[in-house]
Nanobody, 126 residues
């Protein structure tokens, strides 16, 4: 059974930092892109960041570029999202996801991903 489990969410003051982790089990995703998405109340799930299978290539949403960093450790089957300079508008449930394409396509759409975690809440107070 494939599982993605996110941890590291919480409540933080504006300007603060958090590091999210996502551990995969049940199979390896070393040939798949891994992504982070977020969903705020009343809004659609949106792309945050994606990382290539080997970790050399990353893409970010414009809203988080320069503040968030995605990384991965394939030996640990884990992907991370380091979030800095957090803003109240970053408040959302954050989800990690494993790419549908085993050739490592770096998708930005929800439909580009096959497996999803349950999400972790990030709340940023002003």
């Amino acid at each position: 059974q494939v599982q993605l489990v996110e941890t590291g969410g919480g409540l933080v003051q504006a300007g603060g930092s958090l590091r999210l982790s996502c551990v995969a089990s049940g199979r390896t995703f070393s040939r798949n892109a891994m992504g982070w998405f977020r969903q705020a109340p009343g809004k659609e799930r949106e792309f945050v960041a994606v990382i290539s299978p080997g970790g050399a290539v990353t893409h970010y949403a414009d809203s988080v570029k320069g503040r968030f960093t995605i990384s991965r450790d394939n030996a640990k089957n884990t992907v991370y999202l380091q979030m800095s300079s957090l803003k109240p508008e970053d408040t959302a449930v954050y989800y990690c996801a494993a790419g549908l394409d085993s050739r490592g396509f770096l998708g930005r759409r929800v439909n580009d991903y096959e497996y999803w975690g349950q999400g972790t809440q990030v709340s940023v107070a002003s």
